[in-house]
């Protein structure tokens, strides 16, 4: 039986990512050879002239570092005990801030309640592999429809802060969006993605040479369940680790988010910085003008922003340390905003977090002082304002209720994907996030028409964890996840995802859930 390597069509749109694949064989690279302890088969570890990132991968090469290495992965792979393993880590109010929703929560668990209520449809005997999990987002292709959602405050999680989400980010060549409430300048993450030379590979690593496979390992697992996929899987293979299977992009990928300030000349410093730091895509997020009722953080008094935390992007500004100055200068007393950080932090938070919210009608200024590179509006919910937003002339908008941290009682934002998929999914690219846990969570949304999805407070929990590691290890475990459960629910690309995969059940919902 004959299978073919690949049926996509869109190789040369792919970026150069020369890699291993354990799935593919090709004879005339062998990159190391070991014989099983079981019959005298050669396992042979071999390169693949594939550019495609093989992220599945990541799920063998767990096995193997258990196997071979005694060594656990740096968190849970486990969706429902990762919160709880981060409260367990993390100082109390960086885990609150994370943790905590709107109000009662109520959104916050609706979120998750949704997605229990969509299930997919697997479809048998079809050939999903190599699979293909990139998508096209306003021309450019990313390697899989997931991006890192702004999360802002980092520093208050991990050390590691933004600086090591970004670098998490670019080893799997995720998009990392960048916040405005970030506790690190947008310059200073570039400089430190430039200065490693380019982003690190994900653990867990191994430089050692292959050791035999014991005869149940997941090397053979994963042979035979190429087997039962319908496709050869010539001799028995030893796992190889993602370390050496992900070439990264050398120019990470990154977008700009904006809490919109109310002063225009602010906005034009900001936009300008984001576009010379390559920020490709501005998401303007349109449902935090003012901060909602959060009891975890009233209840401890928790409010970075009050005391300069998460506000590096205004402070290293120097349209708003110029106008700090003339607003706050006395007599020969020049005012700077680091020796006085409670007026600054006011005068920041006054900008961005006002109250106000602007209008459709001021989009125009954005589109003015961004240029023509994409415009996405997040946080739209309605119907009625996803056609609004498709006639202001944005490009692209993301269902989002800001994982029930904003309006509490606010519906599911994936409640609304369908129906404003199909009010403008012709005019606009629509993105999706809230309640993102899992791989089939992620399949759900490109099912029911998001483009591409937004994954927020799992990979923060990584981070609080262990750092930069922690973070890589969580995305990359859900890239994994997106990558094996395709292949289960027998698609070979994201583009094959459609309605007709999913039912929406009639009972509740399952009841044991990480709410
Ligand atoms: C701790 C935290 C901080 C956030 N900060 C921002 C932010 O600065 N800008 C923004 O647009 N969204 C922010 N969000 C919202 C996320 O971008 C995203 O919409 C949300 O995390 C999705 O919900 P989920 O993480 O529960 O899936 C934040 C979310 C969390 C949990």
């Given at each position: 039986m004959n299978h073919p390597r690949s049926s996509?069509?869109?190789?040369?749109?792919?970026?150069?990512?020369?890699?291993?694949?354990?799935?593919i064989r090709d004879e005339k690279t062998p990159r190391s050879t070991a014989p099983t302890n079981n019959d005298n088969t050669t396992i042979t570890v071999v390169a693949s002239n594939s550019n495609k990132i093989p992220y599945g991968q990541y799920q063998i090469d767990i096995y193997f570092q258990a196997l071979t290495a005694g060594k656990k992965p740096v968190t849970t792979?486990?969706?429902?005990?990762?919160?709880?393993?981060?409260?367990?880590?993390?100082?109390?109010?960086?885990?609150?801030y994370v943790f905590g929703g709107a109000g009662e929560q109520a959104t916050m668990h609706a979120n998750r309640l949704a997605f229990r209520q969509w299930k997919v449809i697997?479809?048998?005997?079809?050939?999903?592999?190599?699979?293909?999990?990139?998508?096209?987002?306003?021309?450019?292709?990313?390697?899989?429809p997931i991006l890192m959602a702004p999360i802002g405050v980092q520093s208050a999680y991990h050390p590691d802060a933004?600086?090591?989400?970004?670098?998490?980010?670019a080893a799997l060549n995720v998009p990392f969006i960048y916040s405005t409430a970030s506790s690190t300048p947008l310059e200073e993450i570039v400089a430190a993605l430039e200065d490693t030379g380019g982003p690190s590979p994900p653990s867990p690593e191994t430089e050692e040479p292959a050791p035999p496979?014991?005869?149940?390992?997941?090397?053979?697992?994963?042979?035979?369940?190429?087997?039962?996929?319908?496709?050869?899987?010539?001799?028995?293979?030893?796992?190889?680790?993602?370390?050496?299977?992900?070439v990264p992009d050398p120019k990470p990928s990154r977008w700009f988010q904006l809490y919109w300030p109310l002063d225009d000349d602010i906005t034009a410093s900001l936009l300008s910085r984001a576009r010379v730091a390559g920020c490709e895509v501005l998401v303007v997020t349109l449902d935090t003008f003012t901060m909602a009722w959060r009891p975890l953080d009233l209840d401890t008094g928790f409010l970075p922003f009050a005391v300069g935390e998460g506000n590096a992007l205004g402070f290293s500004d120097s349209v708003f340390r110029q106008k700090f100055s003339d607003?706050?200068?006395?007599?020969?007393?020049?005012?700077?905003?680091?020796?006085?950080?409670?007026?600054?932090?006011?005068?920041?938070?006054?900008?961005?977090?006002?109250?106000h919210a602007h209008k459709w009608e001021d989009l125009a200024t954005l589109r003015k002082l961004w240029g023509d590179r994409p415009i996405v509006l997040k946080g739209v919910l309605s119907v009625e304002d996803a056609v609004l937003a498709a006639r202001s002339g944005v490009d692209g908008i993301i269902v989002s209720n800001?994982?029930?941290r904003q309006l509490d009682g606010a519906v599911p934002s994936l409640e609304m994907l369908p129906e404003i998929i199909d009010a403008v999914g012709d005019r606009l690219t629509v993105m999706f996030?809230?309640?993102?846990?899992?791989?089939?969570?992620?399949?759900?949304?490109?099912?029911?028409?998001?483009?591409?999805?937004?994954?927020?407070?799992?990979?923060?929990?990584?981070?609080?964890?262990?750092?930069?590691?922690?973070?890589?290890?969580?995305?990359?475990?859900?890239?994994?996840?997106?990558?094996?459960?395709?292949?289960?629910?027998?698609?070979?690309?994201?583009?094959e995802l459609n309605r007709s995969m999913l039912r929406k059940i009639s009972y509740g919902g399952d009841v044991k859930t990480s709410l």
């Open positions: 996509n069509g869109d190789e040369a749109d792919r970026p150069n990512l020369n890699n291993l694949n354990a799935n792979t486990d969706p429902n005990k990762l919160e709880q393993q981060a409260r367990e880590a993390m100082s109390p109010q960086g885990f609150n697997p479809r048998m005997l079809r050939d999903t592999l190599p699979r293909n999990l990139s998508v096209k987002l306003f021309g450019k292709t990313y390697d899989s933004e600086t090591g989400v970004a670098k998490a980010c496979a014991p005869a149940d390992d997941p090397a053979t697992a994963a042979s035979a369940s190429a087997s039962a996929e319908g496709k050869d899987p010539g001799p028995a293979r030893l796992p190889t680790s993602s370390a050496s299977t992900l607003k706050f200068s006395t007599g020969e007393n020049e005012a700077q905003v680091e020796d006085n950080i409670i007026a600054a932090s006011r005068y920041w938070a006054g900008e961005v977090f006002s109250g800001h994982g029930g996030d809230s309640g993102i846990r899992t791989g089939v969570d992620v399949l759900k949304a490109l099912a029911l028409g998001a483009k591409a999805v937004l994954v927020g407070r799992p990979v923060i929990y990584g981070l609080g964890i262990a750092g930069t590691e922690g973070a890589k290890h969580v995305l990359a475990s859900l890239l994994a996840d997106v990558d094996q459960s395709m292949g289960l629910l027998g698609v070979q690309t994201v583009g």
